[in-house]
């Protein structure tokens, strides 16, 4: 269970973000919805949520206020309608900075920025900012028979798993086993170019030939190189999220 704070003046938003959370990832339970920057002190004093959402513009002040009577350890999406404080707020333990009204496309990645980077360990954004930090995987380093290769994302097609063995599949149609798990690669990848669309198939956009509907809820995917299932669809609990990825 993930223990996340709502620090957010407006009632509406606050309960239309706790929706898309928990539509997004079951696992995040919001345990506090806080209306103020005095609330916010009072609250994080005594208690450290494993992820804070926080508007800046609250109740009673500035919610950078917060930060300068206390020290934040948690780490923070920011959530505000206001894009001038971005640099204002990546100074802070910020994992992402997302504007109103917020898709659920930006949340569900700013989602899989915290669990790639855990509760814990936050990376620089000032980086990204100055355009110096790569957030996703840009090579793999994996093991064939007795010799070491590094291999490119951008010369993958997919990866797919297969009696609990994870495989790249390249698009040249070589086939390579890696020791990460598909959960683990999902978190991993741009979320831009690569889709978990069921519990076998992580894939990238340029892999995808073809697809069509086999019946109203269920999209079947032809895949380049052509994998060995016959037939491999997009799981139905993805299918609203799919076709979003697709016009992104």
Sequence with gaps: MIKTVIIEDEEIAAIRLQRMVQELDSN??????IVSASGAIEYLSSNVPDLIFLDIRLSDNNSFEIFKDLEVNSPIIFTTAYSE???QAFKQ????YLLKPISEEALDTALKKFRKFGRTK??????????????????FLVKINNSLQS???????????EEKITFIRMKGGKRIPIDDTLNALTDQLDPNRFFRINRKYLVCIDAIKKMYYTSKSRIQVNLEPAPDDLHVMVSVER???FKKWLSY
């Design 28 to 33: 995040i339970v919001v345990v506090k919805h």
């Design 85 to 87: 404080y971005a640099i």
């Design 93 to 96: 333990n910020s994992i992402d």
């Design 122 to 139: 936050v990376p620089d954004y000032r980086g990204l900012l100055l355009g110096d930090w790569v957030p996703y995987k840009q090579r």
């Design 151 to 161: 291999v490119d994302t951008k010369e993958i097609a997919y990866f797919f798993s």
């Design 239 to 241: 299918l609203g999220r």
